[in-house]
């Protein structure tokens, strides 16, 4: 499983096998990127990854728990890990 950063035109860290799910997982789940996207998705490694996430917040205001963040960065489930704030 890979990771990948998106920064423009909203945040997201994705995980996906391909580049190519990422970007449909983006637009899936965050905004449709007019097909200037492919521009702006990088693949990151999966320590970037771990910490990227860990800091997130949850609902309640609280940093995410460690063992939930490892266990869906270990999972074979591709998903939109982290979602631009302003679009919740």
Excluded: W
């Excluded at 492919?38 to 917040?57: C, F, N, P, Q």
């Amino acid at each position: 499983m890979k990771f990948f950063e998106v920064c423009d035109p909203y945040y997201a860290l994705i995980k996906a096998n391909t580049k190519e799910r990422a970007l449909k997982l983006f637009t899936e789940a965050v905004t449709d990127d007019g097909g200037h996207l492919s521009d702006a998705i990088k693949e990151v490694g999966m320590l970037y990854a771990a910490v990227k996430h860990s800091r997130t917040v949850t609902e309640d205001q609280e940093l995410s728990p460690i063992s939930d963040v490892l266990e869906e960065l270990q999972s074979d489930e591709e998903r939109v890990l982290i979602m631009d704030g302003s679009l919740l």
